[in-house]
């Protein structure tokens, strides 16, 4: 029931930013946990970042190394992951998901999660 949209991709040089964002439909939204993963060429699915239902508790991959912030606005419904300090290895489509199952803490791997946006590309070049 939950529909979900990435947008805010694209093409940076290594030490750029960029901002994803993930725009929701369905009632259940707003109660449920939201993760980011990504996805690299011929590279397993991986674990970037996650926000419970009120924004209070967020989980992040020991891989980002403080350089992304996951931030939610349940009034708009969007789930934002603010990326600084790319480097050519965050190259990957990235995805937003949503477990409207989710206890107090946001799971950190991808089976756990009902709903998936289509992706949205982040390429960041050397």
């Known amino acids: 029931q939950v529909q979900l949209v990435e947008s805010g991709g694209g093409l940076v040089q290594a030490g750029g930013s960029l901002r994803l964002s993930c725009g929701a439909s369905?009632?259940?939204?707003?109660?449920?946990?939201v993760g980011w993963f990504r996805q690299a060429p011929g590279k397993e699915r991986e674990f970037v970042a996650a926000i419970n239902w009120n924004g209070y508790i967020s989980s992040y991959a020991d891989s980002i190394e403080g350089r992304f912030t996951i931030s939610r606005d349940n009034a708009k419904n969007t789930v934002s992951l603010q990326m600084n300090s790319l480097k050519p290895e965050d190259t990957a489509i990235y995805y937003c998901a949503a477990d409207e199952y989710a206890g107090s803490r946001p799971a950190m791997y991808g089976s756990a999660y009902q709903y998936w946006g289509q992706g949205a590309q982040v390429t960041v070049s050397s």
């Open positions: 369905g009632r259940t939204f707003s109660r449920s946990a």
